[in-house]
């Protein structure tokens, strides 16, 4: 006769890579059912994790069979997102789990390219996506993303979002001419945003990447206060960093108590293309540092590499284009790394609570 608990403190010394901890400490293991030699049980992982499933099912499997009397293993992983806590007073959008940040401190460190690898890095290990490109400067997701076309309106009110590679799309890019946006004075960019942004019928999103417009000004700001998000993430190059650009893109989010999820450093070394010579062209470790001195995580690093540019610019970003290639591989780290940190954060049990409403009694 097997017990439960055998199994459980067998299944112990399997380690979540993602996590650092086991999956009995991190209550993932559920339904386990024990008849005789037959064992049961399901994972649920609070990020998605496609590309893991096969070798994580291979060691519990074995873990759950080093249990003697155990014959046969039947183990079920599953993804579970949840939503997350976002900023005191701001309630949660419906039908969009989690909303991430992509910002910088200033223009033209690789923020775009950065948040459609990760939104297609997340839509790769399994996630319901969507990306919302609210960079008035130069909005650049329709390009990366292959879309041309314009949204539909089904009722007149809302639009519905376009979509390639499996994610949700919307972009002031698909709404308006590029020198338009680009005049817009701060109210009226960010009225216009938050319009985009809530009057898109997003279809049951597990996260919302959000490219937002460059810098630290009045519009970022604004944004970060009434748009319900889980989190920021800060690309920063290395120039950017010596600048304290994204300095102030971290300042900004403490302000208005959006927890960063880490920085991701663009463009940190130079692969040569033809001899494959890494070169540290501003310095070694500026982000590493940078993360540390802020107590942040540093999500990793992307080098200058002439194809991320290629394949961004043509439509089909590396994610998608070389979707095994070390780049992507490098993308597919950070967005698992955002994800994992997200499931870390404190659930948001808003809709939870009961309304309480104040009447008068007369
Ligand atoms: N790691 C990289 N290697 C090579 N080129 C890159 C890399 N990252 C971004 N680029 C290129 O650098 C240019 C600027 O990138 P991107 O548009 O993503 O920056 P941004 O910070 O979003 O800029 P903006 O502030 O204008 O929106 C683009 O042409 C892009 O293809």
Sequence with gaps: MVANDSVLQALQAVIDPNTGKDFVSTKSVKHLEVTGGDVSFDIELGYPAKSQIPALRRALIAAAKGVPGVENVSVNLRTVVVPHAVQRGVALMPGVKNIVAVASGKG????????VNLALALAAEGASVG???????????????????RPVSDDGKTMEPLENYGVQVMSIGFLVGQDEAMVWRGPMAVQALEQLLRQTNWRDLDYLIIDMPPGTGDIQLTLSQRVPMTGAVIVTTPQDIALLDAKKGIKMFEKVAVPILGIVENMAVHVCSNCGHVEHIFGQNGGKNMAA?????????????????????????TVVADPDGDVAMMYKDIARKVAVAIAGKNRDFSSKFPTITVSANT
């Design 108 to 115: 033209g460190v690789g923020k775009s390219t950065t948040a």
């Design 131 to 149: 990306l919302l490109d609210a960079d008035i400067y130069g909005p650049s997701q329709p390009l990366m993303m292959g879309i041309d076309a």
């Design 293 to 317: 001195e802020y107590q942040m995580d540093y999500l990793g690093g992307l080098p200058l590499d002439i194809n991320i540019r290629l394949q961004a610019d043509n439509g089909r970003p």
